[in-house]
């Protein structure tokens, strides 16, 4: 999805669960995920899994929820 749409549902605390999907790569730039967002949102980390291409799926929640 939109990271755009992303921060707006995170600052408006609407997401119930947000997962990510991290790739071992490095890369000169790109979108940033975070980047604008004037509050913290604390979140849980619920779930991580690593496949054998070394891609992370994490999985967070709320902290309050």
Same mark, same amino acid.
């Given at each position: 999805? %939109?990271?755009?749409?992303? @921060? %707006?549902?995170?600052? &408006? @605390? #609407?997401?119930?669960?947000?997962?990510?999907?991290?790739? /071992?790569?490095?890369?000169? %730039?790109? #979108? @940033?995920? =975070?980047?604008?967002?004037?509050?913290?949102?604390?979140?849980?980390? @619920?779930?991580?899994?690593? =496949? %054998?291409?070394?891609?992370?799926?994490?999985?967070?929640? /709320? &902290?309050?929820?």
């Amino acid at each position: 999805g %939109s990271p755009t749409l992303v @921060r %707006s549902l995170l600052a &408006a @605390r #609407v997401l119930d669960e947000l997962t990510l999907l991290q790739h /071992p790569i490095v890369v000169g %730039s790109g #979108v @940033r995920l =975070f980047d604008g967002m004037t509050t913290q949102v604390p979140l849980t980390l @619920r779930d991580a899994q690593t =496949f %054998s291409t070394g891609v992370q799926k994490l999985t967070y929640a /709320p &902290a309050d929820a």
